[in-house]
Nanobody
Framework: QVQLVESGGGLVQAGGSLRLSCAAS????????MGWYRQAPGKQRELLAA???????NYAGSVKGRFTISTDNAKNTVYLQMNSLKPEDTAVYYC?????????WGQGTQVTVSS
């Protein structure tokens, strides 16, 4: 069983930056893609960024140019660098790893952007 542990969330002023981390408790085999989602109160969970096992990336239009997804395979960790944060970025952020075996999710971390 793999556990994904998220860290790096918190309170930041508009225009600031945060870096979220998501560390897997052990290596996951046959990874297809990794991604970051967020969910604000009363809204659906939305996909923000994804990276395939081959290194290709995709971003939602709302965060493109501001957020960057990356991985450190040696540390079993995926990151989300968030720059130029806006109040509308306020949400609970979740990491996800999709493999041939299972779809893994982090516990969620709160990001609050003040105006």
């Amino acid at each position: 069983q793999v556990q994904l542990v998220e860290s790096g969330g918190g309170l930041v002023q508009a225009g600031g930056s945060l870096r979220l981390s998501c560390a897997a408790s052990r290596s996951i085999f046959s990874i297809n893609a990794m991604g970051w989602y967020r969910q604000a109160p009363g809204k659906q969970r939305e996909l923000l960024a994804a990276i395939t096992s081959g290194g290709n990336t995709n971003y939602a239009g709302s965060v493109k140019g501001r957020f960057t997804i990356s991985t450190d395979n040696a540390k079993n960790t995926v990151y989300l660098q968030m720059n130029s944060l806006k109040p509308e970025d306020t949400a609970v952020y979740y990491c996800n790893i999709n493999s041939d075996e299972y779809d893994y999710w982090g516990q969620g971390t709160q990001v609050t952007v003040s105006s």
